[in-house]
């Protein structure tokens, strides 16, 4: 079946420092998802992408989509403390139908 | 806007007795709502996705009759856990769509399950 893999597993960086979580899926996808869920709480929805080779930004965030539609990467610059959580990748593979799969998340600390 | 709240929060119960979970759209319908479970320290596993008023369909190697999920309108879905057992003590996450953006999930608070 259809997986998604995420890495790094986890990523300390002191603050200031950059941070990138790479994700990459077996199959092509229609579109994935980014979520960020802090410590103790739920995932919460960062952003989705659809085209080939797209690329959006958040303020300090930057988001790429392959242009195979099978790769993704979030990037960071200059973390905060208020970084600090797991970010989680999440492809739809079966035609937009809302059907998630997660990777297995990238869980960041960041140093003051 | 796009509130999703789940009840229990946490809850503890005996070995083989059932449990229910529900999950609401507070402000907004909800076309779909999905069940996910997720360990500590790990990602979400979906479970099965639910459309109200129908079956929901279930993942691969989840069981059908032991998570019971029940959609009878578009803002509630419940999850029951049927003869819960230790290994099924997990975090039980629901998520609903249709409250903006099609394709954005809005996630629940999550429910802890611990089964002794």
């Known amino acids: 079946g259809q997986q998604v893999m995420q890495i790094p597993q986890y990523q300390h960086v002191q603050e200031g420092e950059d941070f990138t979580t790479y ?11 980014w979520y960020k869920q802090r410590p103790g709480g739920h995932p919460v929805f960062l952003i989705q992408l659809v085209k080939s080779g797209e690329v959006k930004k958040q303020k300090r965030l930057t988001f790429q989509f392959g242009e195979a539609k099978k790769n993704s990467s979030l990037h960071i610059t200059a973390t905060q403390t208020t970084d600090v959580g797991t970010y989680f990748c999440a492809g739809d593979g079966s035609g937009n139908t809302g059907k998630l799969i997660f990777g297995q998340g990238t869980t960041l600390q960041v140093k003051p | ?35 996910y479970r997720q360990f500590p320290k790990q990602s979400l596993m979906l479970m099965a996705t639910s459309n109200e008023g129908s079956k929901a369909t279930y993942e691969q190697g989840v069981e059908k009759d032991k998570f019971l999920i029940n959609h009878a309108s578009l803002t509630l879905s419940t999850l029951t856990v049927t003869s819960a057992h230790p290994e099924d003590s997990s975090f039980y996450i629901c998520s609903a769509a249709g409250g903006g953006r099609a394709y954005e999930q809005y996630f629940g608070p999550g429910t802890r399950l611990t089964v002794t």
Not at chain 2, 6 to 16: A, F, N, Y
């Open chain 1, 23 to 33: 994700c990459n899926s077996s199959t092509t996808l229609s579109n994935i998802q």
């Open chain 2, 1 to 35: 806007g796009a509130v999703v709240s789940q009840h229990p929060s946490w809850v503890i119960c005996k070995s083989g007795t059932s449990v229910k979970i529900e999950c609401r759209s507070l402000d907004f319908q909800a076309t779909t709502m999905f069940w």
